[in-house]
């Protein structure tokens, strides 16, 4: 019974890949949506529930009643049937009822609607541009997209519950004291009046001074994460004291923001506290006088004090229930600031998957500026025919690795346009771009896995003799069987830590080559593939690289000039533009920027026969 509830939320379900939307109502019913059925459950269960309460105190009152007109020896007798019922009520509707509120909440509602909501905002993030990664701390993100689900989840089931208990405890309350005396009602409808009032008051201020905390909050985490993520940096250059400073700043103001949001929720607090004790004193004083005159009997004094004590009590409880609300809707506000932003680069509507069969790469008056309107990248034209391979050449910044993300399409073009074997790569998927090109960065970053699943990344399907073969081609069978992490996990099982800060630069870079083997993409790019390498071990692997590149159309990209001198044709960019193009002997000859930048490395810098 209880598994069957459990999988009521399906944390997994398909949904369609849409951005969410950018308002907090329609952002809360775009999940919610998806399990309205149990909270419609939810809130019958909790009807129930309150009314069940209610009567409760309902049953008091007719308790006390019974026993003053009834004697003694004819009580049980004579209302029998009446107790059976508050029994029956009592001991088992009771139990049941709250008991199936607390499994909806606790296995139906909290375990799952976090996780759904998390990993549909996680499905949609995942597939962002990477400048919206680069604009931002990836802690900050994660944390975002951990607590949105977790405070969405939480505000909605105190809704729930707070809807009810407000709603049956003030009509059920009126309807009991108008059947005792109808002046009754007066204090309590005094009271619902302020209460409302103050809620009116506080709840707006405390929402907007709860968002504003919030994200302070938010911002203390980015400080914190970008200096643990940097900590290599932090010790190098021994800033200990200028990153506490750093951190200190935005605390003090997270907690600046914290207490202006609790001066609120104080003032609140003593108010309500305020109205509940002049409820209490105003209805138990009314009953007693009403009774004294003879216009009640005993039982409605038990009946409104014992209700006006837990209207008290649930009176506090609602305050910090709307509190925690308002608190959650900030938390889940600022987690829209990330989760609910477009995506800059989507595939069209009916992209096709690329089909790569010759492997030409052709750009077209390509523009790109980073939105600035000029600069960086500006009408290049260049064609690498299949099998070619060429060398990118130029200063920092002349655009080289922008062109490779353009034709990555970790950017979209700003105009013209890259094809690759005739299709335009803005119609088609990027996923099945992307898996036609290979590429060996110069800061190798691996995953924080296993060298197994880092390697599988190039191609799933890997049998143990082919991740043998990739690790033997890259020479990294010579240390990986030796590794051993902190787990006792050694060889491919070893894990290689954040970013694979666990192995040193050549040997993250073999790892990475390995994998890029492994996927024997028809495209292939280097950027600095060998720069972490000595010379011993680029040596040793460049016999690899070369194998790998063979039928393969490639485009390298190097500071190191020695390393793609050898290829087909060399591309010499500055300030985006193609300022050069030819062969190495070629471009000597020609005596430009090429020749220049080859006499500034061979002239001391870079030892070259």
């Known amino acids: 019974m209880l598994r069957r509830l459990e999988r009521l939320i399906d944390p997994f379900r ?21 399990v309205w059925g149990v909270f419609v459950l939810l809130l019958l269960v909790g009807l129930v529930g309150a009314l069940i309460e209610v009567a409760l105190f309902s049953f008091l009152g007719r308790l006390v009643d019974m026993a003053q007109t009834t004697p003694g020896a004819e009580f049980f007798t004579r209302h029998r049937n009446e107790l059976v019922w508050m029994l029956v009520v009592a001991v088992l509707l009771r139990p049941v009822f709250l008991g199936l509120h607390d499994v909806l909440v606790h296995q139906v509602i909290n375990p799952s609607l976090s996780n759904l909501i998390r990993w549909q905002n996680h499905r949609y993030v995942l597939k962002q541009s990477l400048s919206f990664f680069q604009n931002d701390f990836a802690g900050r993100i994660a944390q975002r997209i951990m ?22 405890y003030a009509v059920s309350s009126l309807v009991l004291f108008a059947q005792a005396d109808w002046r009754l009602m007066i204090p309590l409808l005094l009271w619902i009046g302020c209460y409302v009032a103050a809620l009116l008051y506080f709840v707006p201020r405390v929402k907007q001074r709860s968002v504003v905390a919030t994200e302070s909050r938010s911002r203390l985490m980015g400080r914190i994460v970008d200096g643990y993520t940097n900590i290599t940096t932090l010790k190098l250059f021994a800033h200990t004291r200028q990153e506490e400073d750093y951190a200190r700043d935005a605390m003090s103001e997270q907690t600046e923001k914290t207490r202006q949001a609790g001066r609120m929720v104080s003032g609140m607090d003593i108010t309500i ?27 409605a004094i038990a009946l409104t004090t014992g ?11 609602i305050m910090w229930v709307v509190n925690g609300i308002f608190e959650n809707v900030g938390q889940v506000q600022d987690g829209m600031k990330t989760i609910a932003v477009p995506r800059k680069v989507t595939d069209r509507p009916g992209a096709q998957a690329l089909h790569v069969a010759h492997g030409e790469v052709r750009f077209e008056q390509v523009g790109f500026h980073y939105g600035k309107g000029s600069g960086v990248i500006e009408g290049v034209n260049l064609t690498v025919r299949p099998g070619e391979k060429i060398g990118l050449v130029g200063p920092s910044g ?19 346009r890259i094809l690759i074997d005739g299709q335009d790569i803005a119609t088609v998927t990027q996923e099945s771009l992307r898996a036609q090109i290979g590429m060996v960065t110069q800061d190798t970053s691996l995953l924080h896995r296993s060298i197994r699943e880092n390697l599988l990344y190039g191609k799933p399907s890997s049998t143990e003799a082919e991740l043998a073969a990739a690790l033997h081609r890259a020479r990294a069978d010579e240390f990986v069987p030796h590794l051993v992490d902190a787990h006792g996990n050694t060889g491919l099982e070893a894990q290689v830590g954040e970013r694979g800060v666990k192995l040193s630069g050549g040997q993250r870079q073999r790892i990475a080559i390995a994998r890029v083997l492994l996927k024997n993409a028809p495209i292939l790019i280097l950027d600095e593939a060998t720069s972490a390498l000595d010379s011993e071990v680029e040596a040793a692997i460049q016999e690899s690289l070369e ?32 300022v050069e193009n030819g062969t190495h002997a070629e471009l000597l000859a020609h005596g430009g920027l090429y020749a220049r930048l080859w006499a500034h490395q061979t002239g001391g810098f870079v030892g070259v026969d």
Do not use: C
């Open 398 to 416: 002349a655009g080289k690795s922008t062109l490779v993300n353009l034709l990555l399409r970790l950017y979209d073009v700003e105009r013209g």
């Open 14 to 34: 398909h949904m369609p890949d849409r951005e969410p939307p950018g308002q907090v109502l329609r952002f809360y019913t775009w999940y919610l949506r998806e």
């Open 547 to 578: 194998t790998l590149m063979q039928g393969k159309t490639v485009i390298a990209i190097a500071h190191r000039l020695s390393t793609i001198a050898r290829m087909d044709r060399l591309v010499v960019l500055d300030n985006g533009h193609i």
């Open 273 to 299: 506290t305020a109205m509940n004790g002049a409820l209490i004193a105003g209805t138990t004083g009314l009953a007693v006088w009403l009774w004294s005159t003879g216009h009640v009997t005993t039982g």
């Open 147 to 168: 607590q949105t689900g977790f405070s969405l989840r939480d505000s909605a089931v105190q809704a729930v519950d707070a809807l009810w208990h407000v709603l049956i």
């Open 307 to 317: 209700l006006v004590i837990r209207i008290n009590n649930m009176s506090a409880w």
